[in-house]
């Protein structure tokens, strides 16, 4: 199995610019999950889905934070306008209901916003 | 809101030297995990325990979950240098979203 694979692996954008991250979760998987990780504020979920559906998004920041999931495979976290204070590592994760509580994840995506 | 509190925040070990930490909680929670993140990497899962007093081992790591379901520890004993990373641990509850502690990172000493 090829794990939870996220694109691009780095990304530096001007203020200002939209950004998309992408993520293919274990074939299988039925839910899927978009964090953030900071020096500041540690691993912060920003939404996930079950089966394909968005089930909680308290956690974007804001208006210019969106997510879909439009197949089973495939998630796009997408921000517009980035702004430096995006700056992060974005994992996504994924898991099986039926396999327990704990979550494979990515290897990240570095954004950084100048 | 939930709360997990993890410690030690950082630690500096002699190659061969045991290593032990641990996370508490306020709340009770279905399942505790413990992952490690490498630099670059996401966090990969150690252990995983789903019984109050559970004590469960993987190789050389030994982690319990409390028989409050309000804290847990993970051991490793004769660390090595690739044991190098940020551990954290996390509690579930019933929804299977994860709360996470800050991280332990743990350095080897030269």
């Known amino acids: 199995d090829a794990g939870v694979i996220q694109s691009p692996r780095h990304e530096v954008t001007e203020m200002g610019q939209e950004v998309t991250l992408r993520c293919k979760p274990i074939?299988?998987?039925?839910?899927l999950f978009w964090y953030r990780q900071t020096m500041m504020r540690g691993l912060e979920l920003l939404i996930y889905f079950n089966n394909n559906v968005p089930i909680d998004d308290s956690g974007m920041p804001e208006d210019r934070f969106s997510a879909k999931m439009p197949n089973a495979s495939f998630s796009t976290l997408k921000i517009q306008p980035s702004e430096p204070r995006d700056s992060a590592v974005y994992f996504c994760?994924?898991?099986?209901?039926?396999?327990?509580?704990?979550?494979?994840f990515g290897s990240g995506t570095r954004l950084t916003v100048v | 809101g939930q709360q997990l509190n993890q410690s030690p925040q950082s630690m500096f070990i002699q190659e061969g030297e045991d290593v032990s930490m641990n996370c508490t909680s306020s709340s009770i929670f279905n399942t505790w995990l413990w992952y490690k993140q490498d630099p670059g990497e996401g966090p990969v899962l150690l252990i995983a325990?789903?019984?109050a007093g559970e004590l469960t081992s993987n190789g050389r790591l030994t982690a319990q979950f409390g028989i409050t379901r309000k804290d847990s520890f993970l051991n490793i004993s004769a660390s090595i240098p690739s044991d190098v990373g940020i551990y954290f641990c996390?509690?579930?509850?019933?929804?299977?979203?994860?709360?996470w502690g800050a991280g332990t990172k743990l350095i080897i000493k030269p």
């Open positions: 994760a994924s898991r099986v209901s039926s396999g327990g509580a704990g979550y494979t």
């Open positions: 074939s299988g998987h039925d839910y």
């Open positions: 325990l789903y019984k």
């Open positions: 996390a509690g579930s509850d019933s929804n299977y979203q994860l709360i």
